[in-house]
């Protein structure tokens, strides 16, 4: 039952006393409990929207969600804890989860390594799913870590109600932030994470790994995924390349819309655009999350030509490698979750069947960046070797 006094929902206080509640026909009246809970989850309703407004999502959600402990009903709370939740947990949770080829994947490639001494350590819980998979495979204990704190709670009761509540801890935290003899009582010998977007970098995997491998995993500690390979190819797509650019439209100049453009990539199902490959597929980066130090990275690549035309985007996706057997990718017409990643060129430009293009690619450990392509003769390209 719900105290006139105070208002307890987790650990969120509410006070009713400092909350100045009048009747708007009588201000010197004194209103009933009822009128006082009324008023404060309009009260809550309006900041919640205020902050959702704001952008300030995770303290609309609290607001949302005191005002429907008190009117579970209320639907103006309701429909404002969805928005503040479809922007906390984005619906591409859904998709991910649904991916029958990566659960299949990251579940086969742990059964074959998870031991009942297996301490291992999840980075990115989301709703527990790979931490089930490890407890399920009959890992000893798996912490796992989630720093969003709606899913990190969701990741819990998921956890309880499939009856791994004993051999999974959630941490509410980045995994970047746990401490060995704190957090976990000792480090870890098995890492498991999917951490990764459709241009693979997108959500850190490669920082979150490295210190990992520094921090809380033993020297030889088995790590999933253990590699991966980017790969990319030019293409001529007018769809494309208005997904990011526009120079008229309708008889008018707005070319000055180009200053919004995203200089990075963006995903796309490349199947649902028509195109033309311009290049075959060539290698861009490799990554090494088990044996390497990976830092930053820039380089040239020639790429020939295979058929005229006018290149408008690069498209690129990884393969990665789980362990030496089991593999996924997002490449071109994959079934995955993960759509392919396209960055448009700032200019288009003409290319030829037999000329090279040079491209300069880099990486900031974060993401993956193609400058503009400079167009050479194959003879210049060979000579430049």
């Known amino acids: 039952m719900v105290k006139e006094e105070t208002l307890l929902r987790g650990n969120h206080l509410i006070s009713l006393s400092q909350v100045a509640v009048t009747n708007p026909r009588n201000p010197c009246a004194s209103t009933s409990p009822a009128e006082r809970l009324s008023d404060l989850v309009a009260r809550l309703v309006a900041l919640g929207e205020a902050h959702l407004d704001n952008k300030q999502f995770a303290s609309a959600l609290d607001c949302?969600?005191?005002?429907?402990?008190?009117?579970?009903?209320?639907?103006?709370?309701?429909?404002?804890?969805?928005?503040?939740?479809?922007?906390?947990?984005?619906?591409?949770?859904?998709?991910?989860?649904?991916?029958?080829?990566?659960?299949?994947?990251?579940?086969?490639?742990?059964?074959?390594?998870?031991?009942?001494?297996?301490?291992?350590?999840?980075?990115?819980?989301?709703?527990?799913?790979?931490?089930?998979?490890?407890?399920?495979?009959?890992?000893?204990?798996?912490?796992?870590?989630?720093?969003?704190?709606?899913?990190?709670?969701?990741?819990?009761?998921?956890?309880?109600?499939?009856?791994?509540?004993?051999?999974?801890?959630?941490?509410?935290?980045?995994?970047?932030?746990?401490?060995?003899?704190?957090?976990?009582?000792?480090?870890?010998?098995?890492?498991?994470?999917?951490?990764?977007?459709?241009?693979?970098?997108?959500?850190?995997?490669?920082?979150?790994?490295?210190?990992?491998?520094?921090?809380?995993?033993?020297?030889?500690?088995?790590?999933?995924?253990?590699?991966?390979?980017?790969?990319?190819?030019?293409?001529?797509?007018?769809?494309?390349?208005?997904?990011?650019?526009?120079?008229?439209?309708?008889?008018?100049?707005?070319?000055?819309?180009?200053?919004?453009?995203?200089?990075?990539?963006?995903?796309?199902?490349?199947?649902?655009?028509?195109?033309?490959?311009?290049?075959?597929?060539?290698?861009?980066?490799?990554?090494?999350f088990a044996r390497e130090l990976i830092q930053s990275s820039r380089k040239t690549i020639s790429v020939p030509v295979t058929r005229d035309g006018t290149c408008h985007a690069v498209v690129f996706w990884f393969h990665m490698q789980l362990d030496e057997e089991i593999s996924i990718s997002n490449e071109p017409g994959s079934t995955t979750h993960w759509e392919q990643a396209v960055q448009c060129l700032k200019s288009e430009m003409t290319v030829g069947a037999g000329n090279v293009l040079q491209i300069e690619t880099g990486h900031d450990c974060c993401s993956i960046v193609f400058e503009q392509p400079t167009n050479v003769s194959a003879e210049a390209a060979h000579a430049s070797r």
């Open 64 to 288: 949302f969600e005191s005002a429907l402990y008190i009117d579970p009903d209320n639907r103006r709370a309701q429909l404002g804890r969805s928005t503040a939740m479809c922007t906390i947990i984005p619906r591409w949770h859904f998709e991910m989860l649904n991916d029958e080829q990566r659960n299949e994947a990251f579940e086969k490639a742990l059964a074959k390594v998870v031991a009942a001494d297996s301490l291992v350590l999840d980075i990115g819980s989301g709703t527990g799913l790979l931490a089930m998979m490890a407890a399920r495979a009959g890992a000893g204990k798996t912490i796992s870590c989630e720093m969003v704190a709606p899913l990190a709670e969701l990741a819990r009761e998921v956890i309880a109600r499939n009856g791994f509540a004993g051999k999974i801890q959630i941490m509410g935290k980045k995994s970047t932030d746990l401490v060995v003899g704190g957090d976990m009582p000792q480090r870890a010998n098995l890492l498991v994470t999917e951490t990764v977007d459709c241009g693979l970098l997108g959500e850190g995997i490669v920082p979150s790994i490295a210190h990992a491998r520094a921090n809380l995993l033993t020297e030889d500690a088995l790590i999933i995924p253990r590699s991966a390979t980017v790969y990319a190819m030019l293409v001529e797509s007018k769809r494309l390349r208005g997904l990011n650019y526009v120079d008229r439209c309708a008889g008018f100049d707005l070319g000055l819309m180009r200053q919004y453009a995203t200089p990075r990539y963006f995903p796309v199902r490349l199947a649902a655009f028509e195109y033309e490959a311009l290049t075959a597929p060539f290698e861009v980066f490799r990554f090494d």
